[in-house]
């Protein structure tokens, strides 16, 4: 049975973890898009699934519909979890939670990447993904 003051540290370490949630987004010929984070937010130029934080009282579903309204001005149909990814980068730790998605009716415009592609899930190994995203390219590596 833990102390006190070590329940205490862990509880706080545990609050410090931020919730992300990301699509991977597949189209119609089973390709998927990556975007590039633009310069000055973390992480910039690397390649991620698109999505963010989820803010206080949004269940992660809500949250990834309206990243992708924010972010690429699409609506997509969610239709499967994949395992969380807990990554702890220098200055904060994530717990990424991907969901495969397909495309509504509309195509992703980037209004807030550097850029974004769809790519074969063979080509994710050779982009300079973010860290944390490493692990679900692998996943779905293993699964195509
Ligand atoms: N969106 C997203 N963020 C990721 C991925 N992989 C990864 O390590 N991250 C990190 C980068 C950031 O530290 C954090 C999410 O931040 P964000 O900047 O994308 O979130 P946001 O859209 O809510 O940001 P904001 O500009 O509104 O503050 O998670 C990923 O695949 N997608």
Redesign the pocket.
């Known amino acids: 049975m833990p102390t006190d003051s070590r329940m205490s540290a862990e509880i706080s370490s545990e609050a410090r973890i931020?919730e992300?949630v990301?699509a991977v987004l597949f189209d119609q010929q089973g390709k998927v898009l990556v975007c590039q984070r633009p310069e000055g937010?973390?992480?910039a130029g690397k390649w991620?699934?698109?999505?963010?934080?989820v803010d206080a009282g949004e269940s992660f579903e809500e949250a990834l519909h309206r990243?992708m309204h924010e972010e690429l001005d699409c609506e997509v149909l969610i239709r499967r979890k994949l395992s969380p990814v807990l990554?702890a980068y220098e200055s904060?730790t994530?717990r990424?939670h991907p969901f495969v998605c397909s495309l509504g009716e509309d195509l992703p415009r980037a209004l807030e990447h550097a850029a974004i592609s769809w790519v074969e899930s063979s080509e994710l190994n050779n982009l300079d993904l973010?860290?944390?995203?490493r692990e679900i390219a692998n996943e779905l590596l293993l699964s195509s």
């Open positions: 931020m992300v990301c937010k973390m992480l991620e699934f698109p999505g963010g934080k990243e990554h904060l994530i990424l973010a860290c944390a995203d």
